[in-house]
C-alpha cells in the first residue's frame, strides 16, 4: 500500500475491474522508464516534434519592476501551446509499447484534448475525448482542433457537464475498454501510478531549468512557482528542486472571485482530504460530502482536487500553497502583454500574479523562476469578454 | 449471524436462489422510499442495496447517476437515509439493507462514527466499489473492532482473475461478481467468458455468490443459474420504478414474478 502513498495521500481508489489493469499499467510503466530506449525515443520526439528545450527567459522589464531577477520557463511554446504535450508524449509512447491501440482522454478547457488527439494522430492511434456539454460551448475552438486531429469528441451530460464530469466518464469507459484501450490522464491525478508517471513526464520542465539557470546565474534560484490547478505543470517544476531546500517552492492556486466567496476552485485554501478520481487528496466538498463545482475565469484551473503529492508537500511544509483571484490574475496577464510582449494563458497567469507578494523582500541578487505553463491564444474570447467587463465566458 | 447471514442461509437451506434489488435512497422521496422498502419487504425480496446518492459516481452508468443526481437535487444525504432507516426498522421492517455508497460520502461522515450509526439504526451490509481491496484496511479494521457491525461485501469482476483467493480469503456475507466489464446499468450481455469466471469464483468461496449488472428478467441469468446463488437488479428496477411513478404494485409483482421464475 505504501508506495501507492505521498504520505496520506494518493492510493488507488477504483472499482476491482481496474485493479489489475493499474497493475499492468504499472508494471509497463517501471519497466519503460528503465528502460534506455525508450527514454531516448521520448526525448527524440520531445526535441523533434514539440520543439523542446524550451527557454528560461530572463524577463527583464519584470525583472525592472519588480527588483529581483524574473526568469520565465517558456512552456508556452511547446507545440501545441502548453506543457501537457511533454505528457501526452509520455503516456502514448508507453501505451503503444504496451500494444494498445485506442487512447482515452478527458478535458476541460480542452487543452489536454487537443495534445493527446495530437500526440494520436502522430502515433496513428483511435482517439476518443470525453468533454463537458458546458466546456463544449465555451471552448469550441478547441472542439474543432481535436476534430480536425481526427479525434471523436465525446459530450458528457451528467453533474456539473464539466472537467469533473467528462473525468468521471473517462473512468467509466476505461473500465469498459481497458483491454485494448490506454487512458490518458492529462493531470497530476487519479490513481496510483497516473500521479507518479505524469511528473515523471512534466520534470523535464524543471530538469531544463535548473540547468539552465544554473549556466545563467551560477546558483540556483531563491523561488520557483507555477500555477495548480491538477497540478501537472507545476509538480514539473518543483520535481528536480525538490531537494534543494534552499529553493521556496510556491503553488498558486485559483481564487476565483475570492476564497471568502465560496466560488474558488482553491482545493488546498479550504478543501479537506477525501476521495475522487482514484486518489485521496484535498478535495472541495460540501456539507454532505458531495465534491463541489470549482469556479475559476481559468478552465484549466477549475478543478474541485490537486494531485496528491501537492497535498503531501503543502502538509510536510516542503511547498507553500496560495491563491490568487480572477481579477489578480487577468491584471498579471495584461501586464506581461505589455512588458514583455508575450500573451500567457490565464492558468500561467495566476502564477504572475503572485509576483507583487513574493519579491516584496527580494533582492537583485536574487531570482524567482516561474513557469510559463501555456500561450494565451485559446483565451482571447475570454480575455476580450473580461476586458470589456462582459464578465465570464469560463 | 446478522439479518443478511440468516436470510441467505435460509434460502440456501430452502434450496432457493436470493433475490436482491438495488435502489437510489431518498426517491420519490424519503416516505415513499420507506413505502418502496416495506413493499419489497412484503413481495419476498431477500435484501435491498439502498444507495447513498453520490455527486461522482463512477461505478453507475446512466441510469443511477441521474437518479443519485435527482435524489441529491432533493435533498437527501446520509443522516437522512439514517433517520429514515431507524424509522423504518422502528416500524417493524426486518428486511437486510446494505448500503451502496462511494468512499467520500463515509470518509467525510467519519468511519467511527458511520460504523456506529449504521449499527444504531440497522444496516446489515456496506458495499464500497470504489474501495477496492488494498485500500480497504482503513475501513475494516474500524468495522472488525465493533460488533454487529455491517458486513463489507467483496466485489469481484471478470477481470480480477488471480485477484479472487486474496479477495475472497475474509469475505464474509456474500461475494458480489459483476457480471461485465464497465458500470452499471448495461445490457445483460455478459463478459465472454462469464462461465469459466463464475465456476472460479464458486470453487473458492464458502459463501454465497450472487451476481449483478446488467440483469433485467430472471431469463437473464438462465445461462449460469447453476453457479450461482442469487442475483442483483438495479438500473432495471429503478427504471421500472421512475417510468411507473413508483406504482409500488409495479414492484410488487416484478419481485414476486422475478423470485418465482429464479426459482422455476
Known amino acids: ?394 | 449471524m446478522n439479518r443478511m447471514e440468516q436470510r441467505l442461509q435460509a434460502c440456501k437451506q430452502e434450496g432457493k436462489k436470493a433475490f436482491i434489488t438495488y435502489m437510489t435512497a431518498g426517491l420519490p422521496d424519503m416516505e415513499g422510499c420507506k413505502k418502496l422498502i416495506q413493499t419489497q419487504e412484503a413481495a419476498g425480496i431477500d435484501a435491498i442495496e439502498l444507495g447513498i446518492p453520490f455527486s461522482d459516481p463512477v461505478a453507475d452508468g446512466p441510469v443511477i447517476q441521474a437518479a443519485s443526481y435527482k435524489s441529491i437535487c432533493q435533498g437527501t444525504n446520509l443522516k437522512g437515509v439514517f433517520e429514515m432507516v431507524s424509522q423504518v426498522r422502528k416500524e417493524g421492517c426486518e428486511v437486510p439493507l446494505i448500503f451502496m455508497m462511494y468512499f467520500n460520502t463515509i470518509l467525510y461522515y467519519g468511519i467511527e462514527k458511520f460504523v456506529e450509526k449504521c449499527i444504531e439504526v440497522g444496516v446489515d451490509g456496506v458495499i464500497v466499489p470504489d474501495l477496492p481491496f488494498e485500500e480497504q484496511k482503513q475501513f475494516t479494521d474500524v468495522l472488525n473492532a465493533h460488533e454487529h457491525a455491517p458486513i463489507m461485501i467483496q466485489l469481484l469482476t471478470p477481470m480480477s482473475k488471480q485477484r479472487i483467493p486474496m479477495i475472497l480469503e475474509n469475505a464474509r456475507g456474500f461475494v458480489y461478481c459483476v457480471s461485465s466489464m464497465g458500470v452499471t446499468g448495461q445490457a445483460a450481455d455478459f463478459h465472454k467468458d462469464i462461465r469459466a469466471y463464475l465456476k472460479e469464483v464458486k470453487s473458492q468461496s464458502n459463501i454465497p455468490v450472487m451476481i449483478g449488472f446488467g440483469i433485467r428478467t430472471a431469463k437473464d441469468v438462465d445461462g449460469v443459474r447453476d453457479l450461482v446463488d442469487g442475483c442483483i437488479v438495479g438500473s432495471h428496477f429503478i427504471n421500472m420504478m421512475e417510468e411507473s411513478g413508483y406504482d409500488m404494485n409495479v414492484a410488487k409483482t416484478y419481485i414476486e414474478t422475478f423470485k418465482q421464475e429464479l426459482n422455476a
Not at chain 1, 77 to 94: P, S
Not at chain 1, 341 to 357: D, N, R, T, V
Not at chain 1, 363 to 368: D, G, I
Open chain 1, 1 to 394: 500500500m505504501s508506495n501507492t502513498y505521498y504520505g496520506e495521500f494518493g492510493g488507488q481508489y477504483v472499482a476491482e475491474t481496474l485493479m489489475n489493469t493499474l497493475a499492468e499499467l504499472e508494471r509497463a510503466y517501471e519497466e519503460a522508464i528503465a528502460d534506455p530506449k525508450f527514454m531516448e525515443e521520448y526525448h527524440y520526439y520531445l526535441k523533434e516534434y514539440v520543439g523542446r528545450e524550451t527557454p528560461l527567459y530572463f524577463a527583464e522589464r519584470l525583472t525592472e519592476k519588480y527588483g529581483t531577477k524574473i526568469y520565465l520557463k517558456r512552456e508556452d511554446l511547446n507545440h501545441t501551446g502548453a506543457h501537457k504535450i511533454n505528457n501526452v508524449i509520455g503516456q502514448i509512447l508507453l501505451a503503444k509499447r504496451m500494444g494498445k491501440t485506442k487512447v482515452i482522454a478527458e478535458t476541460g478547457a480542452g487543452q489536454h484534448g487537443v495534445a493527446t488527439a495530437t500526440g494520436a494522430a502522430l502515433f496513428g492511434m483511435e482517439c476518443k475525448v470525453f468533454m463537458g456539454t458546458e466546456d463544449i460551448e465555451r471552448q469550441h475552438l478547441n472542439v474543432m482542433r481535436m476534430e480536425m486531429l481526427g479525434a471523436t469528441v465525446v459530450p458528457v451530460q451528467s453533474g456539473s457537464n464539466t472537467l469533473k464530469d467528462a473525468t468521471n466518464e473517462a473512468i467509466r469507459t476505461w473500465a469498459k475498454e481497458a483491454e485494448d484501450t490506454f487512458y490518458v490522464i492529462g493531470s497530476a491525478v487519479g490513481p496510483h501510478p497516473y500521479p507518479k508517471m505524469v511528473k515523471q513526464f512534466q520534470s523535464v520542465i524543471s530538469e531544463e531549468a535548473k540547468r539552465q539557470h544554473l549556466e545563467k546565474e551560477g546558483k540556483l534560484p531563491d523561488v520557483v512557482m507555477a500555477c495548480v490547478g491538477g497540478g501537472s505543470n507545476c509538480i514539473g517544476m518543483f520535481a528536480h528542486f525538490i531537494d534543494e531546500q534552499d529553493v521556496k517552492l510556491i503553488g498558486v492556486e485559483a481564487a476565483g472571485l475570492g476564497i471568502e466567496t465560496g466560488k474558488h476552485a482553491s482545493a488546498m485554501a479550504l478543501g479537506r482530504p477525501g476521495v475522487l478520481h482514484g486518489m485521496k487528496s484535498y478535495l472541495l466538498q460540501d456539507e454532505d460530502g458531495n465534491v463541489q463545482i470549482a469556479h475559476s475565469i481559468s478552465a484549466g484551473l477549475d478543478y474541485p482536487g490537486v494531485g496528491p503529492e501537492h497535498a503531501y508537500l503543502k502538509d510536510s511544509g516542503r511547498a507553500t500553497y496560495v491563491s490568487v483571484t480572477d481579477e489578480e490574475a487577468m491584471n498579471a496577464l495584461s501586464e506581461l502583454c505589455k512588458l514583455e510582449g508575450i500573451i500567457p494563458a490565464i492558468e500561467s497567469a495566476h502564477a504572475l500574479a503572485y509576483l507583487p507578494k513574493v519579491t516584496k523582500d527580494m533582492t537583485m541578487e536574487q531570482s524567482v523562476v516561474i513557469c510559463l505553463s501555456g500561450r494565451g491564444d485559446k483565451d482571447a474570447h475570454t480575455i476580450e469578454a473580461y476586458f470589456n467587463g462582459e464578465g465570464y465566458l469560463n
